[in-house]
């Protein structure tokens, strides 16, 4: 068995970043969990009943197995996972896999705030005794196992690794149809980087539910609410994204650090601690730090700033570095009394 540490980053609740380091093992012996497959049969078989639960991570009934009979098997996304959830809980839905980058990501809520629930819905999806769904632990096999690329996006490796597990099933099990179920941009994504010999099947929901289920109406109709719903938050994303970028072009960028220590000591930006003014929330004081005023005693040991965009996102507090304006553009506070 191969291990590794991984580390990774993640944001708290108080915003901060927070490294984490886990030791990461990978195994040889997680099977796919087809009756069509002798190897991986044989191999939840040879494990003793206690024990097989080991194998398929999430799996509460290993002996559940994907039906050799099915016209194809299904791998949801991690969006598609998340965003058409009520979708894959229908019982009309079978033989299903669902991957542990899947439940990883779930769990660790970077998809959802409500990730305890979504996360407890997705187990239940595989230990409901009435369907044909599994759970494959790919982010713990040396097969289908993906790392991520340089300066690679945690989405992209995400998307990359249930792909190369959709990979892994064609090619174990040749003779069954495997599609991977994803949003268009997922697959737009996997289309530039994918083989074009792959014998994945990349739809969306709306054209799985078109081709497979358009006889079903509860099904459709279910998508139809569900699209809508994903798509009214994504256009609200995409509207915050918007409002986020001309706030931010309303300001100036900061200044490098080592670029702003240099302009410091030679005194053209003066250095100090920023106080709001009790009284109003568009003017403030600098308080002018010892080595600005070491530099020229000629230097104000208070500068007045001006409007919330003179003070640059700042806030009580902070140590910042401040330009003076021209002489003939300064006030003085008696003049706004």
């Excluded at 598609?80 to 980058?101: M, W």
Aim: aromatic content about 8%; some cysteine; glycine content about 2%.
């Amino acid at each position: 068995m191969d291990s590794y540490t991984k580390v990774f980053a993640i944001k708290t609740r108080r915003g901060k970043i927070a490294w984490i380091a886990r030791e990461h093992y990978l195994r040889e012996d997680v099977p796919c969990m087809s009756e069509a497959c002798k190897q991986c049969k044989q191999i939840i078989l040879n494990k003793p009943l206690n024990e097989r639960n080991s194998i398929s991570s999430v799996n509460a009934n290993a002996s559940t197995l994907l039906s050799s009979k099915a016209s194809h098997y299904l791998i949801p996304s991690i969006l598609v996972s998340v965003n058409y959830l009520e979708l894959l809980e229908q019982l009309e839905l079978n033989d299903i896999v669902i991957c542990q980058t899947v439940i990883g990501e779930v769990q660790d809520g970077f998809y959802s705030r409500s990730g305890v629930r979504l996360l407890q819905r997705l187990r239940a999806l595989s230990r409901d005794s009435r369907r044909r769904i599994v759970s494959f632990n790919n982010e713990h096999f040396k097969e289908t196992y993906t790392k991520a690329h340089f300066k690679e996006s945690r989405e992209c490796r995400n998307v990359r690794a249930i792909f190369n597990s959709c990979e892994w099933y064609a090619n174990q099990l040749s003779a069954a149809n495997i599609i991977f179920l994803a949003e268009e941009e997922e697959i737009s994504f996997i289309e530039k980087i994918a083989n074009k010999n792959s014998k994945v099947t990349l739809l969306t929901p709306a054209a799985y539910i078109s081709k497979y289920f358009s006889h079903s109406k509860i099904l459709v109709d279910l998508h139809e609410s569900l699209f809508q719903v994903v798509s009214e938050r994504n256009i609200a994303k995409e509207e915050a994204k918007t409002k986020e970028k001309d706030r931010e072009s309303l300001y100036e960028r900061y200044l490098d650090d080592d670029l702003l220590q240099a302009m410091v000591k030679s005194g053209s930006v003066l250095a100090g601690t920023f106080y709001m003014n009790e009284n109003s929330s568009d003017s403030a004081t600098l308080r002018v730090n010892a080595m600005s005023t070491s530099i020229s005693p000629h230097f104000p040991k208070e500068v007045l700033i001006l409007g919330k965009q003179n003070m640059n996102r700042a806030i009580h507090g902070d140590v910042v570095g401040v330009k003076l304006l021209p002489k003939n553009k300064w006030q003085s506070t008696n003049s706004l009394d």
